[in-house]
Every structure is written in C-alpha cells, then in structure tokens.
C-alpha cells in the first residue's frame, strides 16, 4: 500500500516547469537552428498550426470535463482566450501561405492575444483564493502543464522569427 501523496498545487508547480524546460531546451538545441536555414513561410508553418490546436481550449468550458465549481469567469476566460487565439493563428497561416502582404503583422496579432490570454489567465488563476489545481481539471488538467509551456516558449519562437529576421528572406 503506498500512502505517499504531494498537493496538486506542487504537482501542478513541477509537471508545469519541467514541460517549460523541455520545450527551452528543446528551442535551443532543433528548433532554433532550423528557423535560421529556412524561409519565414516554412518556420511559421508548423508554429501557426500548432496554435491552431488552442481550440482544445475550449474544453473549460464543457461541465462535463471541468470542475463545476471552477469559476465561470476564468473559465470562460481561457476558452474564449485560446479561441481567439486559435482563429487569428488560422488567419495569419492563411496569409503566411498564400504570401499575402501583411502577414507578418497578422502572425504578431495572434501572438500577442495568444500571450495576453496565457498571461491573464496566469495571473488570474495565482490570484484565486484556492488555486487553480486544486480544481478538478479532468483530461483539461494538461493544458496549464502540458500545452501552455508549448504556447509559450513557441509564442517566443514566432515573435523571434518574424522580428529577427535572417539574411535570406
């Protein structure tokens, strides 16, 4: 019989800074290397259609899969947040795509709504009187731990490649 347990909230803690470290050195050591030898059409790619997938996002909202007692407002929050962070991915891929004049800036707007969600929701959630993971989260358990530091350190990525940009674009 094992009695050894730990709080979500340290669970929630370690899961969340490990996937943050994996994905840093993850960025450094292959991604970063290959945005600097291909086109901005072919770096943004992949990355756009990564943020695609924040529609899952919208599972905080399903009763269901959520703690009926996770507040509505945060809830609703995140859903909408990776939402409308999905849909303004969607757009500017098709601009990446098609060549369309003003992409780029399209691929800033949609990163900068992706990091306004992640940040509100963040700081939103470490205000709470009972912190985030001690909801029941369900399967939505691994957006915050799994997904977000994903988000993140590709928002990063994006913002670098667009910004940055190599000698032959």
């Known amino acids: 019989m094992n009695n050894f347990s730990l709080p979500p909230d340290v669970i929630f803690i370690v899961q969340f800074s490990i996937m943050m ?17 291909v086109s901005i059409k072919d770096a943004l790619t992949p990355m756009l259609l990564l943020h695609v997938t924040r529609v899952i996002g919208l599972v905080f909202i399903v009763s269901a899969v959520t ?15 990776d939402f409308a962070a999905a849909m303004l991915s969607l757009l500017a891929l098709a601009m990446v795509r098609k060549g369309v004049k003003g992409a780029n800036v ?20 470490s205000l709470m009187p009972v912190t985030f993971p001690s909801f029941q989260l369900g399967a939505a358990w691994f957006i915050p731990t799994f997904i977000g530091p994903t988000m993140m350190v ?3 990525l994006m913002l670098w490649r667009v910004l940055a940009r190599p000698k032959h674009d």
Do not use: Q
């Not at 470290?21 to 030898?37: C, E, F, G, S, T």
């Not at 703690?67 to 947040?81: C, F, H, V």
């Not at 990163?111 to 992640?118: P, Q, S, T």
């Open 21 to 37: 470290l994996v994905n840093i050195l993850v960025a450094y050591w292959y991604v970063i290397p290959w945005l600097r030898r």
């Open 67 to 81: 703690d009926p007692t996770l507040p509505k407002g945060i809830a609703t929050t995140a859903a909408l947040g």
């Open 106 to 125: 399209m691929v800033i707007i949609a990163n900068i709504v992706g990091i306004a969600d992640l940040l509100t929701v963040a700081i939103w959630g």
């Open 154 to 156: 590709s928002h990063g």
